[in-house]
C-alpha cells in the first residue's frame, strides 16, 4: 500500500528561522516519485519539486533544500531563513509509475505559520 | 492564462441537485486528474484520464460520480444527487508524461468550492 505521512499537523516559527517540514512515505514500488507542494491561504497548490526515486542526490533551491534519504524512506524540507510569505499549508505526496497506476498519494499537510 | 483553470471557482447546492464542475488544463497536456479536498486533508484522488478515457476511476465514491474528457482536453466531472457529505475543495491537475520514463508533475488549477446544503 502507499502512503504519506506527515506528522507535523501545525508549525510556528519566527521569521529568519529554518524550519524543517517531515514526510515519511511507504510504497511497494521500486520506482517512484516524491513531490512537495505549496498550499497558500488561496488555495491553489504550488509545485515545489519533484524527486524520482533513484535520484537520492539532495537538492537546494534558494532558500528551499530537500533531503531525500531511501533508506529510512523520507523526504524532508527544510526552509533556511524563513519569511512570512512562507506560511502555507506543504503537502508532501509519493507517485507511481504508469504501469503500477498514476495515482498521487498526499500526506495530511503540515501548517506552517512564520510570525513577523 | 497559461495554467489549469476551474469553473465554478464556488458552487452552492442543495442536497438531491446535480452539479458539474469543469476543468481546462495546461495545453498540451495529456494527463488530467480529478482531487478532492476535505478541510485539514490532503487532496485525495478520483480519476485520472489519459487523453479522452479514464485509465483509472478507482478513487471515485460511488456511482453518483462520473466524468468525462470527450475531446481529450477539458473535463468534466459530474455528481448526481448531491449529498452534503460531498461538499468539498475539488481539484484538477493536468500533468505532460514522459513517454519513455512515464515521469510527469501534476500542475494544480485553484480548485471548485462545492458547498451541498
Known amino acids: 500500500a502507499q502512503k504519506v505521512t506527515q506528522a507535523q499537523t501545525e508549525i510556528s516559527v519566527v521569521e529568519k528561522e529554518d524550519v524543517t517540514l517531515d514526510c515519511v512515505y511507504e510504497?511497494?514500488?521500486?520506482?517512484?516519485?516524491l513531490f512537495w507542494y505549496k498550499q497558500p491561504p488561496s488555495g491553489e497548490l504550488v509545485f515545489l519539486i519533484r524527486?524520482?526515486?533513484?535520484?537520492?542526490q539532495n537538492e537546494i533551491s534558494g532558500r528551499y533544500s530537500w533531503n531525500f534519504q531511501k533508506s529510512t524512506s523520507s523526504f524532508n524540507f527544510t526552509i533556511t531563513a524563513s519569511q512570512v510569505v512562507d506560511s502555507a499549508v506543504y503537502f508532501c505526496a509519493l507517485g507511481r509509475r504508469p504501469n503500477t497506476g498514476n495515482q498521487f498519494y498526499f500526506g495530511t499537510g503540515t501548517s506552517l505559520t512564520v510570525i513577523p | 492564462g497559461a495554467g489549469v483553470s476551474q469553473t465554478p471557482s464556488n458552487k452552492v447546492t442543495e442536497k438531491g441537485k446535480y452539479v458539474e464542475l469543469r476543468c481546462d488544463p495546461i495545453?498540451?497536456?495529456?494527463?488530467l486528474y480529478w482531487y478532492r479536498q476535505s478541510l485539514g486533508q490532503g487532496p485525495e484522488f478520483l480519476i485520472y484520464f489519459q487523453g479522452t478515457g479514464a485509465a483509472d476511476d478507482s478513487g471515485l465514491p460511488n456511482d453518483r460520480f462520473f466524468a468525462v474528457r470527450p475531446e481529450g482536453s477539458v473535463s468534466t466531472l459530474k455528481i448526481q444527487r448531491t449529498q452534503q457529505e460531498d461538499s468539498a475543495v475539488y481539484l484538477c491537475?493536468?500533468?505532460?508524461?514522459?513517454?519513455?520514463?512515464?515521469?510527469?508533475?501534476?500542475?494544480f488549477g485553484p480548485g471548485t468550492r462545492l458547498l451541498v446544503l
Open positions: 510504497t511497494r514500488d521500486t520506482t517512484y516519485y
Open positions: 491537475a493536468s500533468s505532460l508524461v514522459h513517454v519513455g520514463t512515464g515521469e510527469e508533475t501534476q500542475y
Open positions: 524527486r524520482n526515486s533513484f535520484d537520492e
Open positions: 495545453s498540451g497536456h495529456t494527463a
